[in-house]
Antibody, heavy 121, light 107 residues
C-alpha cells in the first residue's frame, strides 16, 4: 500500500535552517510528481512546492521562493524540502503528497501524516 | 498567482440535506481544479479532480462541476461523516493555490 512518511520537523530559531524528508513506498516513486503542502495551526492549507517525476521541474509558492528548495532521490524513494531563513510564519504541519495520476498535476491522492515545524526563539 | 475564493465560509445543514459549495478563481484555470475534504486531526482527502472526476473510492453523492473561473462541489445528501472542511485547489497554473475552505457543520 502507498505510504508517505515525513520526518525532520522540530523547533528551530528564526533565521535557521531545517531539512524535511519524506520516505515513499508502495508505488513507483519515479513516475509521480510530488508536492509539499503546509497547514499552520488552526488555519487552512497552503501549497508550498512541487517537483516533477524526474526532478527537472520545480515550482514554489511566492511565500517560500528563494528560501526553500524541493528535491528528490528516485533511487532512494525520498522527497526533501530544504528550508532556509525560517520565519515565524513558516510554523506549520508540513505534508508530503503524491499526484494522483503519473506525470500529471491534477490533484493529490496520498498524503503523509505531516511533520510539525515550529519557528520560535 | 491565482486567488481562489470559497463561499460560504460556513454552511450549517442537517443530515440528508443537499450541500452546495462554491469556488471562484481570480482568472481561468480551465478545468484544473480539485476538491479536498479535511476532518480534524486528519490529512486532506482528495474528492474530485479535473473539476468533475471523482477520485478512487469517493461516493457518488459527491459531484463537481464548472470550468474557467466558477466551480461547484455538491453533496447530494449529507451523511454524518461528511461534516468537515472542504478546500478547492487549482493545479493548472504554478504556483498552485488553495481556497480558504468551507466548513460544513451540523445544524
Amino acid at each position: 500500500q502507498v505510504q508517505l512518511v515525513e520526518s525532520g520537523g522540530g523547533v528551530v530559531q528564526p533565521g535557521r535552517s531545517l531539512r524535511l524528508s519524506c520516505a515513499a513506498s508502495g508505488f513507483t516513486f519515479s513516475n509521480y510528481g510530488m508536492h509539499w503542502v503546509r497547514q499552520a495551526p488552526g488555519k487552512g492549507l497552503e501549497w508550498v512546492a512541487v517537483i516533477s517525476y524526474e526532478g527537472s521541474l520545480k515550482y514554489y509558492a511566492d511565500s517560500v521562493k528563494g528560501r526553500f528548495t524541493i528535491s528528490r532521490d528516485n533511487f532512494k524513494n525520498m522527497l526533501y524540502l530544504q528550508m532556509n531563513s525560517l520565519r515565524g510564519e513558516d510554523t506549520a504541519l508540513y505534508y508530503c503528497t503524491r499526484e494522483n495520476i503519473p506525470r500529471a498535476a491534477t490533484g493529490n491522492d496520498y498524503w503523509g501524516q505531516g511533520t510539525l515545524v515550529t519557528v520560535s526563539s | 498567482e491565482i486567488v481562489l475564493t470559497q463561499s460560504p465560509a460556513t454552511l450549517s445543514l442537517s443530515p440528508g440535506e443537499r450541500a452546495t459549495l462554491s469556488c471562484r478563481a481570480s482568472q481561468s484555470v480551465s478545468r484544473d481544479l480539485a476538491w479536498y475534504q479535511q476532518k480534524p486531526g486528519q490529512a486532506p482527502r482528495l474528492l474530485i479532480y479535473d473539476a468533475s472526476t471523482r477520485a478512487t473510492g469517493i461516493p457518488a453523492r459527491f459531484s463537481g462541476s464548472g470550468s474557467g473561473t466558477d466551480f461547484t462541489l455538491t453533496i447530494s445528501s449529507l451523511e454524518p461523516e461528511d461534516f468537515a472542511v472542504y478546500y478547492c485547489n487549482q493545479c493548472g497554473n504554478w504556483p498552485s493555490t488553495f481556497g480558504p475552505g468551507t466548513k460544513v457543520d451540523m445544524k
